[in-house]
């Protein structure tokens, strides 16, 4: 029976469910009517694609094949060439560094085949360290000066003498301070130049002249440290350093668990001497007190005797 609280019950359900179905609706239409008017992807240039408007009415044209293929190849150079490491423009003074630190089964072998990658690459071993002692690995420490345009080779062939834990790279750029020093040092030179001069007339007093022999010797100092300066400037960029360290397997277990020992000996040590300590500091503290009270304790029982 339709009663006036079914009527209200239907309402409060209908309407509700009326209106949120048509929510839905509408947002289904806006959001296929925004796909369909999306605009082209910016590579659509790259990937020769068309970028006017869409004829909906017929099916779109395939695109060119050799377009297609000449702009992805386009795309791969210009992706390959921004993950490549950018050259250094000319006139740049950059100073390269590596550390390695490699775990090898033979330390001593795989530092000879250390120094065959440095003759190999006209490289030269500035360092070697070996360490073999009793009952315990071997490790090795290298450090090959290597001319730079070999760099990138030898570290790669080191990376082959085992399994690399560590590796760490560094570029040193110098450019401004080659560039300050060599402008400092046309200055300097320009002043020995005129000081020279100076002298070569001297038609100045015996004091001007011994002034200028002064001053000219101090500019030639000068002249001479900033040249040797320029030189080691010379000698960092064009040689490269790189250190590698060579261990053993074990070699790390054994030395942490030769450190764990030495570190718990200390620290017992420790402990026995504060115990040490302490049990003389109360001794010391105890015994004239102990020695009073036996003193008063006698002397009561004298006491006592006596009556």
């Given at each position: 029976m339709d009663t006036p609280a079914s009527r209200a019950v239907r309402r409060a359900i209908v309407v509700p469910a009326a209106i949120c179905l048509t929510v839905f609706v509408g947002i289904v239409a806006v959001t296929a009517s925004r796909r369909s008017t999306q605009r082209p992807s910016d590579l659509t240039p790259f990937l020769g694609g068309s970028a006017g408007r869409t004829d909906f009415g017929a099916a779109a044209a395939p695109a060119p094949a050799a377009p297609v293929v000449a702009s992805r190849r386009v795309v791969d150079a210009v992706l390959t060439s921004n993950s490549a490491t950018a050259p250094a423009w000319p006139g740049q003074k950059l100073i390269r560094s590596a550390e390695l630190r490699v775990q090898v089964r033979d330390a001593a072998a795989a530092a000879r085949n250390a120094e065959g990658i440095?003759?190999?690459?006209?490289?030269?071993?500035?360092?070697?360290?070996?360490?073999?002692?009793?009952?315990?690995?071997?490790?090795?420490?290298?450090?090959?000066?290597?001319?730079?345009?070999?760099?990138?080779?030898?570290?790669?062939?080191?990376?082959?003498?085992?399994?690399?834990?560590?590796?760490?790279?560094?570029?040193?750029?110098?450019?401004?301070?080659?560039?300050?020093?060599?402008?400092?040092?046309?200055?300097?030179?320009?002043?020995?130049?005129?000081?020279?001069?100076?002298?070569?007339?001297?038609?100045?007093?015996?004091?001007?002249?011994?002034?200028?022999?002064?001053?000219?010797?101090?500019?030639?100092?000068?002249?001479?440290?900033?040249?040797?300066?320029?030189?080691?400037?010379?000698?960092?960029?064009?040689?490269?350093?790189?250190?590698?360290?060579?261990?053993?397997?074990?070699?790390?277990?054994?030395?942490?668990?030769?450190?764990?020992?030495?570190?718990?000996?200390?620290?017992?040590?420790?402990?026995l001497a504060s115990s040490l300590g302490t049990l003389v500091y109360l001794v010391t503290y105890l015994v004239p007190w102990v020695a009073l009270g036996a003193a008063g304790w006698w002397c009561v029982r004298a006491i006592r005797r006596a009556y």
């Open positions: 440095a003759r190999a690459h006209a490289a030269f071993v500035a360092e070697s360290h070996i360490t073999q002692a009793d009952r315990a690995p071997t490790d090795a420490r290298i450090v090959i000066r290597v001319p730079v345009d070999s760099f990138d080779a030898v570290v790669n062939d080191l990376r082959h003498l085992g399994r690399v834990r560590s590796e760490n790279a560094s570029t040193g750029d110098v450019t401004r301070e080659y560039t300050d020093l060599e402008t400092r040092l046309a200055v300097k030179e320009q002043t020995t130049g005129q000081l020279r001069g100076l002298l070569a007339n001297r038609t100045g007093k015996l004091s001007d002249v011994l002034e200028v022999e002064r001053e000219l010797a101090r500019v030639v100092t000068e002249v001479e440290q900033m040249k040797a300066q320029r030189r080691e400037y010379d000698r960092l960029v064009a040689v490269s350093s790189v250190t590698v360290s060579l261990f053993e397997p074990s070699s790390e277990g054994l030395a942490a668990l030769r450190l764990s020992m030495l570190d718990s000996f200390r620290q017992v040590t420790d402990v």
